[in-house]
Structure formats: C-alpha cells, structure tokens
C-alpha cells in the first residue's frame, strides 16, 4: 500500500489515468442516485401527505426500493443488466446505446455523467498535490455533478446532499483544509441569508418565489468550503453564468422568458471555478485585468 501511495505521489501520469478510472465509476453510482434519490424522496413526501390529511397510505409496490435495491436493470423493460452491461462508458458504446434486450435508446445523460465525473477527477489532480486535500476536493466536485444533474431533471436541491455537504465543509475546516474555520461558519451563513433576502425582496416585490431554499442550503454549503471571501465572486459568476446560458436557451428552444430555469447548476458551475481559480481570479482583478 506504501508502495502504491508513493507511486501515486511521484507519477502523475499514473495518478491521472488511476482518478479517471475512478471517476468512472463513481460517476456511475452517481447516476444511480440521481435516478433513484428524488423517486424516494416523492414517494416519502406522499406518504407523508397521505398521514398528515388521514388518508390510507399506499404502500409502494416494492418497499426495498432504494440506492441498492432493486438491482441496475433497463427502466423501459426491466431487464436485468448484466456485468459488462455496468461498465462505465464502455457498455454504452458496447451495446451502441440502447438496451441489449428490448433495444430501447439509453439515456446520454449516463455515459456523459461518467465521463464528466472522470474528467473532474484529473481537473482536481491537476490543480491540487496529492493527499487529503485532493480526496475532499474529489467529494466536492463530484457532489456539484450530482446536484447540477439532479436540479436539471427535477428542479430538486436535496437536503440529504445540500446539508452534509455543508457539514463536512465545516468539519474539514476545523484544520483550516480549505479557509479559516471562522470564515467557513461566516460563508455557510451569510451564503444561506444572502439568497434567503434575495428570494423574500423578490416575493415582496414581485408576488412570485424566485428561486427555492434548496438553493440557499447550496450557496451556504459553498460558504462553508470556500469560505465567505467567495460568496462575493459566486454569486456574480452564477449570475452570469444563468444569465448566458438563459439567453442561449431562448434564442435556440425559443423558451418563453417566464420558464423557470434551477439555479442550482449556475451555482455548482460557479463554486468549481472559483474554488480552483478564485484567488487568480480576485488577483486578475485587483491587478487592473479586469474592469468593473
């Protein structure tokens, strides 16, 4: 193990190609639980409406269904998927996109997930040296993935990913891993109270909800990694970011300017660049690179 450690240390060809490869397959349990997480969710908070208005509550068909059970099988017609057929990456180019036994087209959205979910893993070991930094800053990315996918298909920023993403960024504060244990509390705070004004003056001023409060939880648990220093920078590039990307849809789709468009993955897009590039970014600016 020493040995193995110390080769990942000293080669960065073997550090690259060895994160790739787990990227891969973590990227494909993260697309079980971006399928999976907001089918449990809904199905708890129907149970949970069904209680609250005394109503019979209907049991799923399959109690066990979860992160681990049943097992990896096509959703059109069941089929179990075998071995080869959960290689990540591989299977979907094997089997050409579709499903081995009823021919139906697999999602893109899998194959893209892993391979993004890889490539984030050597963006990470490109940008910080080998050891436990590098292993948080892997939960981290890959938790912004996870997020972004799952606020793109269902508008949902869970709390069972938001808020233990928050905690950790604290808890790996304590030793000061990413910013001073103050700033980090200051930036889980004031990240959560700074889209919570935004969203109660827009509702005041408007009579609609702009925004939801998984998306607080989100901007406090940036807050917490990066520190408060970062809200500032966060904020403006997920801004900016929503505001390119918004246009974009309208002039491609033709999508009515009054969709509702998650925030989150401006978020997640933001808070990876400035956690790589945050300080070059601040520098450039103070520097004169860049002009208000």
Known sequence: MEALLYALGTSPVLLY?????????VGSFLNVVILRLPKMLEARWKAECQEFLNQPVKEAADKRFNLVFPGSHCPSCGHPLRWWENLPLISYVLLRGRCSACKTRISPQYPLVEAAAAGLAVLVASQIPFGWPLLCALLFVWALLTLTVIDLNTMLLPDQL???????????NVGG?????????IGAAAGYLALWAVYHSFRLLTGKEGMGYGDFKFLG????????QALPGIILLSSLVGVIIGIGLMLLRGRDKNTPLPFGPYLAIAGLIWFFWGQ????????????P
Request: glycine content about 14%.
């Open 17 to 25: 190609t060895s994160l790739a490869v787990l990227g891969l397959v």
């Open 162 to 172: 938001t808020l233990p993403l928050l905690w950790l960024g604290l808890l790996l």
């Open 221 to 228: 648990a940036l807050g917490a990694w990066m520190g408060w």
């Open 280 to 291: 070059d970014l601040t520098a450039l600016y103070l520097g004169g690179g860049i002009r």
């Open 177 to 185: 891993m990413f910013a001073s244990l103050p700033d980090a509390v």
